[in-house]
């Protein structure tokens, strides 16, 4: 009866075992199905986003070719009203861009230049200076075993000394097996040098015909940077009544007192310095990156006291604020002081003995 009930039991599990095995392959199916029925949807988007290429795609090479051509149009008059003392004729925007595709040019043609290899092509020639050396070397050390084998080959003592010869022999084969060496690594050393000087060739071509359009653009990205930070402080104290600009939308409206303002102002202008190097980290149609970049880290440093310390600051001078503009050198030294106040306001966290040095770590 034991047996039997033993043989029961597992007719009953392998029966359970089966029905779970059987449940597992009806959902893999239903998954299989659904992966199908997914493949035929990507698989036609593609097919039709092929088609769409191949009857539009065009458009996308001249919607791109037009863009470049007005953002060249844009730049170039931009530059203009830059070099006749009038940087924010056409606005800030452009200004910015004007720099950014002065700049996209110019690393466009540095990034296509050969590699500058004058320090290879210098190492190179030292190394066949020394090649040389080497073979000059061992031509003498074959031109002193073949006078010694000369020596020892005359000598006479009854009979001719054999293990004088066969030293001077010996010593003469290991000459020249160094010579041999000697010349393989010259002849490397040679091909090494004209290889670099080649390489040399093509970069002062290269710098010759790009020479006039760097410096071009070199120019253009120089007075467009100056423009940018000769009108700073001009855009920040402006932007300090202007309810409207973007800056109160991140730093909130300027207190109404001396030390408030100034620190707001000190502020805008470290996120307006970022601004107009990286116009983009402010843009809301640019792409967002997958990662933090040191811009962005910044920034998010920058604003991470930034209401606390315009607070700090704002109590610390609260004369009535004047015009900005007339107190731009105190905007930075502020900040900094207020900085430091709120820090040390801020309580310093206790040390647990019994657990850590309380570094949070």
């Known amino acids: 009866m034991l047996r039997v009930g033993r043989t029961k039991a597992y007719a ?34 593609v097919a039709a986003r092929a088609s769409w290429d191949r009857t539009h795609g065009w458009r996308l090479d001249r919607i791109a070719e037009i863009d470049h051509t007005l953002a060249h149009h844009w730049a170039d008059v931009t530059l203009s009203a830059v070099r006749a003392d009038d940087p924010l004729a056409f606005g800030i925007d452009q200004l910015r861009a004007a720099r950014t595709t002065y700049q996209t040019d110019l690393t466009r043609i540095t990034d296509r ?4 290899r004058r320090a290879e092509l210098d190492l190179a020639n030292a190394h ?34 054999k ?48 020479r006039d359009q760097r410096h071009q653009l070199g120019a253009a990205i120089h007075d467009t940077n100056a423009a940018l930070d000769h009108t700073r402080p001009q855009r920040i ?27 707001w102002c000190g502020i805008a202008q470290q996120l307006e310095l970022i601004h107009d190097d990286q116009p983009a980290l402010f843009s809301q149609r640019a792409p967002r990156p997958a990662f933090y970049s ?13 209401a606390d310390i315009i607070d700090t600051a704002n109590h610390l001078d609260p004369t009535p604020a004047r015009h900005p503009l007339r107190d731009q050198p105190a905007w930075q030294p502020t900040v900094e002081t207020a900085a430091a106040v709120l820090a040390a306001r801020r309580p310093v966290p206790a040390i647990d003995h019994d657990r850590d040095l309380g570094l949070g770590l």
Request: hydrophobic share 40%; no cysteine; net charge negative.
């Open 12 to 45: 009953m599990a392998q029966d359970n075992t089966l029905t779970r095995a059987d449940q597992r392959l009806d959902q893999a199916d239903v998954a299989l199905h659904q992966a199908h029925a997914h493949v035929d949807q990507y698989q036609a988007a």
């Open 113 to 116: 230049l050969p590699l500058d």
């Open 128 to 161: 066949l200076r020394q090649q040389q050396s080497n073979v000059r070397r061992a031509r003498h050390q074959i031109t002193q075993a073949e006078q010694a084998l000369d020596v020892a080959s005359q000598r006479r003592w009854g009979r001719r000394d």
């Open 163 to 210: 293990p004088a010869i066969e030293h001077a022999i010996a010593e003469l084969r290991g000459a020249e097996t160094n010579l041999d060496m000697a010349t393989h690594a010259l002849d490397r050393a040679k091909t090494q040098v004209v290889e670099e000087r080649d390489a040399v060739g093509k970069w002062t071509t290269a710098m010759r015909v790009t």
């Open 237 to 263: 104290a402006a932007a300090a009544i202007d309810p409207t600009h973007q800056l109160w939308d991140i730093l909130g409206a300027p207190p109404p007192t001396r030390g408030g303002t100034a620190a």
């Open 294 to 306: 040191p811009q962005e880290h910044q920034i998010a440093t920058l604003l991470a006291d930034a």
